[in-house]
């Protein structure tokens, strides 16, 4: 006897796209790959699963991701830790350090795809999500990190998106965060009866994490602390403005933020978040920043770098909010048939509909005519062709338009030679 089979779920938080919605998934992407090219950016691909320590050095120890939120295993196999990625930057890095990508060059390069953080499951946040995440590897003036900004305003414009802001901040250089640190933590162990748990234990360890608090009993202290734009230096200063400058030569708005420090350690100098108030409390959609430092720290010869991850989830959410989404047309033509000699013949045509360019979908197997009817007009094509005894006969085929849109002075079914059908579908549809 076989036991039964318990059913089996997708895991907690992670999503399945189905065709329905996978058709925006892929307008998107089309869309930002494009997007992408005109600016010159290069698209590579790196490795879902890494060694866990490129995360703990890269991302840094006493951050959200690589505290809590990391899926990590050893696998058993050879002994090793690895982990799901998190982000791509680090990925990226690593992959440019191995294949000594910089070495005469800097390097616009890009990456789509799903990432894995354990997290809470809610609308916006999930435990598989998607990133496109977009580097500038090896530049080191503020026009690239304004070329980045410039791009993503773009791209919101080629979606339709309006109701999105930019908040941008300077973590300035090491010395200076430094400097800010040891004043945050004299201020923090001045509000210690403030702190919560978690603010405490990272006082010491990462201070300025415990400004990015979601805490509302901690916001007045955050506040009130000590500004790390405050302490930043000439240098600093100069390659802030130089953003600013070119932002406002782009026409885009901007408010400093001064408590941005975004979650991760790598962050120096620019960082920047793109926010909606549309979607609830997970308002952001894209947040990045400049890396001076990382290149160095995973191995590789010093370089500067930049980049942003935009959410994938999150953009697709605002967009569908967005009135003007242009309905990808799937399917163009069903072919219908009845009789064995018209479903072959159905079979044979549909090719040649291919070869001119046209997207078809041959009935599988046989049924009336009014089951292959429905299912033509559920595949949302424009024209149905139908091919039954007569004809067969008459070496022709009838085409029904399936859609309201029938232009005027055409009607709304008509007979075509078989050996003018292509051609005359390539002009209908
Ligand atoms: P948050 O503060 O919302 O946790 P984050 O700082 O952890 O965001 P980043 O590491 O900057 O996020 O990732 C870049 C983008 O990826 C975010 O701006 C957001 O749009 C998206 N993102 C982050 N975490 C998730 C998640 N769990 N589910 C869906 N999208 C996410
Ligand atoms: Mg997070």
Same mark, same amino acid.
């Given at each position: @006897?076989?036991?039964?089979?318990?059913?089996?779920?997708?895991?907690?938080?992670?999503?399945?796209?189905?065709?329905?919605?996978?058709?925006? +998934?892929?307008?998107?992407?089309?869309?930002?790959?494009? +997007?992408?090219?005109?600016?010159? $950016?290069?698209?590579?691909?790196?490795? #879902?699963?890494?060694?866990?320590?490129?995360?703990?050095?890269?991302?840094?120890?006493?951050?959200?991701?690589?505290?809590?939120? @990391?899926?990590?295993?050893?696998?058993?196999?050879?002994?090793?830790?690895?982990?799901?990625?998190?982000?791509?930057?680090?990925? @990226?890095?690593?992959?440019?350090?191995?294949?000594?990508?910089? $070495?005469?060059? !800097?390097?616009?390069?890009?990456?789509?795809?799903?990432?894995?953080?354990?997290?809470?499951?809610?609308?916006?946040?999930?435990?598989?999500?998607?990133?496109?995440?977009?580097?500038?590897?090896?530049?080191?003036? !503020?026009?690239?990190?304004?070329?980045?900004?410039?791009?993503?305003?773009?791209? +919101?414009?080629?979606?339709?998106?309006?109701?999105?802001?930019?908040?941008?901040?300077?973590?300035?250089?090491?010395?200076?965060?430094?400097?800010?640190?040891?004043?945050?933590?004299?201020?923090?162990?001045?509000?210690?009866?403030?702190?919560?748990?978690?603010?405490?234990?990272?006082?010491?360890?990462?201070?300025?994490?415990?400004?990015?608090?979601?805490?509302?009993?901690?916001?007045?202290?955050?506040?009130?602390?000590?500004?790390?734009?405050?302490?930043?230096?000439?240098?600093?200063?100069?390659?802030?403005?130089?953003?600013?400058?070119?932002?406002?030569?782009?026409?885009?708005? $901007?408010?400093?933020?001064?408590?941005?420090?975004?979650?991760?350690?790598? $962050?120096?100098?620019?960082?920047?978040? +793109?926010?909606?108030?549309?979607?609830?409390?997970?308002?952001? #959609?894209?947040?990045?920043?400049?890396?001076?430092?990382?290149?160095?720290?995973?191995?590789?010869?010093?370089?500067?770098?930049?980049?942003?991850?935009?959410?994938?989830?999150?953009?697709?959410?605002?967009?569908?909010?967005?009135?003007?989404?242009?309905?990808?047309?799937?399917?163009?033509?069903?072919?219908?048939?009845?009789?064995?000699?018209?479903?072959?013949?159905?079979?044979?045509?549909?090719?040649? @509909?291919?070869?001119?360019?046209?997207?078809?979908?041959?009935?599988?197997?046989?049924?009336?005519?009014?089951?292959?009817?429905?299912?033509?007009?559920?595949?949302?094509?424009?024209?149905?062709?139908?091919?039954?005894?007569?004809?067969?006969?008459?070496?022709?085929?009838? #085409?029904?338009?399936?859609?309201?849109?029938?232009?005027?002075?055409?009607?709304?079914?008509?007979?075509?030679?078989?050996?003018?059908?292509?051609?005359?579908?390539?002009?209908?549809?």
């Amino acid at each position: @006897m076989t036991q039964s089979f318990q059913k089996v779920r997708a895991l907690t938080g992670m999503k399945d796209v189905l065709p329905d919605t996978s058709a925006q +998934w892929e307008a998107l992407e089309a869309t930002v790959r494009e +997007w992408l090219a005109a600016y010159g $950016y290069r698209n590579m691909r790196t490795p #879902v699963l890494e060694h866990t320590r490129l995360f703990t050095r890269g991302i840094g120890e006493v951050t959200d991701i690589v505290e809590k939120e @990391m899926y990590s295993f050893t696998d058993a196999l050879n002994d090793e830790r690895l982990t799901m990625r998190p982000e791509f930057t680090a990925g @990226m890095v690593r992959a440019s350090i191995e294949h000594n990508m910089l $070495y005469d060059r !800097p390097h616009r390069v890009y990456a789509m795809g799903p990432v894995f953080r354990h997290e809470k499951p809610q609308r916006g946040r999930y435990r598989q999500f998607h990133q496109i995440d977009v580097e500038a590897l090896g530049f080191a003036g !503020p026009d690239i990190d304004a070329e980045l900004i410039v791009m993503l305003a773009r791209l +919101w414009k080629l979606l339709g998106l309006t109701d999105i802001r930019l908040e941008l901040n300077s973590l300035g250089q090491a010395g200076e965060r430094a400097a800010h640190r040891a004043a945050l933590i004299e201020y923090l162990e001045q509000h210690k009866d403030v702190l919560d748990e978690e603010a405490r234990r990272r006082m010491h360890t990462n201070p300025l994490r415990v400004l990015d608090t979601k805490n509302p009993a901690m916001q007045d202290m955050a506040d009130n602390a000590p500004r790390l734009f405050d302490f930043l230096g000439a240098d600093s200063l100069a390659h802030f403005q130089g953003v600013c400058d070119r932002l406002q030569d782009a026409g885009i708005a $901007y408010r400093l933020n001064p408590r941005l420090v975004r979650g991760l350690d790598y $962050y120096n100098l620019t960082v920047f978040e +793109w926010v909606t108030d549309r979607l609830g409390a997970q308002g952001t #959609v894209c947040g990045g920043g400049r890396y001076d430092g990382l290149i160095e720290l995973l191995g590789g010869k010093p370089a500067p770098a930049v980049g942003f991850a935009i959410g994938v989830e999150r953009l697709l959410d605002l967009c569908a909010q967005s009135a003007d989404q242009a309905a990808l047309p799937e399917c163009q033509v069903y072919l219908i048939h009845q009789g064995a000699e018209a479903q072959r013949l159905a079979a044979q045509l549909a090719e040649k @509909m291919r070869d001119a360019g046209l997207r078809a979908i041959v009935h599988a197997g046989s049924a009336g005519f009014k089951s292959q009817f429905k299912r033509a007009d559920a595949s949302g094509a424009t024209l149905a062709v139908i091919l039954g005894d007569d004809e067969i006969a008459s070496g022709t085929a009838s #085409v029904k338009w399936l859609r309201e849109q029938v232009a005027e002075g055409q009607s709304q079914q008509e007979t075509i030679p078989l050996d003018r059908l292509v051609t005359e579908l390539t002009l209908k549809v």
